[in-house]
């Protein structure tokens, strides 16, 4: 099978995936909506994260379907960087799904403060403050390099990086409003999305 095709494969396979993980859990960890004491309300972020989402799924069926219909968004990245982008796309479902495991019915889709929810700081929490958020960027990252297309790529990315920022302000402002003095310490010992140096 030739290369072009091979990724062609693979893109598709990663973004099902990552929705298949992401319904999984939503359909099995999700708490009751009265188990929250506080939520984030969707936004003007949350709108544009969407409707860039839905460009990225677009502009990836179009590639698997006809790569020539993107070619004007090609890139000419060497196999190598290609398949660099399967092994971190890789990595991070491994993140992903260390860091679910850890939270377990910790874990909710929609940032919230739930009753009785303990802050969790084992697992890779003990170095990393958002790692499922990490492990978001490097998966839908990833799709810059395995489709060798920055349309894809940038909107998959421009996706992920605005929806964690906005989720990561508020989930930080809960846990300190919640957890107080903890969650300060917490902050001082661990990177926000990648372990301090």
Same mark, same amino acid.
């Given at each position: 099978?030739?290369?072009?095709?091979?990724?062609? @494969?693979?893109?598709?396979? %990663?973004?099902?995936?990552?929705?298949?993980?992401?319904?999984?859990? @939503?359909?099995?960890?999700? =708490?009751?909506? !009265?188990?929250?004491?506080?939520?984030?309300?969707?936004?003007?972020? $949350?709108?544009?994260?969407?409707?860039? #989402?839905? %460009?990225?799924?677009?502009?990836? %069926?179009?590639?698997?379907?006809?790569?020539?219909?993107? +070619? &004007?968004?090609?890139?000419?990245?060497?196999?190598? /960087?290609?398949?660099?982008?399967?092994?971190?796309?890789? *990595?991070?479902?491994?993140?992903?799904?260390?860091?679910?495991?850890?939270? $377990?019915?910790?874990?909710? !889709?929609?940032?919230?403060?739930?009753?009785?929810?303990? /802050?969790?700081?084992? #697992?890779?929490?003990?170095?990393?403050?958002?790692?499922?958020?990490?492990?978001?960027? *490097?998966?839908?990252?990833?799709?810059?390099?395995? $489709?060798?297309? &920055? /349309?894809?790529?940038?909107? &998959? +990315?421009?996706?992920?990086?605005?929806?964690?920022?906005?989720?990561?302000?508020?989930?930080?402002?809960?846990?300190?409003?919640?957890? #107080? !003095?903890?969650?300060?310490?917490?902050?001082?010992?661990?990177?926000?999305?990648?372990? =301090? @140096?």
């Amino acid at each position: 099978m030739e290369t072009e095709n091979i990724f062609r @494969v693979i893109l598709p396979i %990663l973004i099902l995936a990552f929705v298949a993980h992401r319904g999984y859990y @939503v359909k099995n960890q999700s =708490k009751p909506e !009265d188990a929250t004491l506080k939520k984030r309300e969707e936004g003007i972020i $949350s709108k544009i994260a969407g409707a860039l #989402g839905l %460009l990225g799924f677009i502009s990836a %069926l179009a590639y698997v379907i006809n790569p020539t219909w993107l +070619a &004007w968004a090609t890139i000419s990245f060497p196999a190598w /960087l290609r398949w660099a982008g399967v092994v971190i796309a890789l *990595l991070g479902f491994g993140l992903l799904q260390w860091s679910q495991v850890t939270l $377990s019915y910790s874990w909710s !889709d929609t940032p919230r403060m739930m009753k009785g929810q303990p /802050l969790v700081t084992s #697992g890779p929490y003990h170095s990393i403050r958002h790692p499922i958020y990490t492990a978001f960027i *490097l998966i839908l990252g990833s799709t810059l390099f395995i $489709s060798s297309n &920055w /349309l894809i790529g940038l909107c &998959w +990315a421009g996706m992920t990086i605005l929806e964690t920022t906005s989720r990561i302000e508020f989930e930080e402002s809960l846990m300190l409003e919640y957890f #107080g !003095d903890q969650y300060r310490e917490y902050m001082k010992n661990t990177g926000r999305l990648f372990p =301090k @140096v």
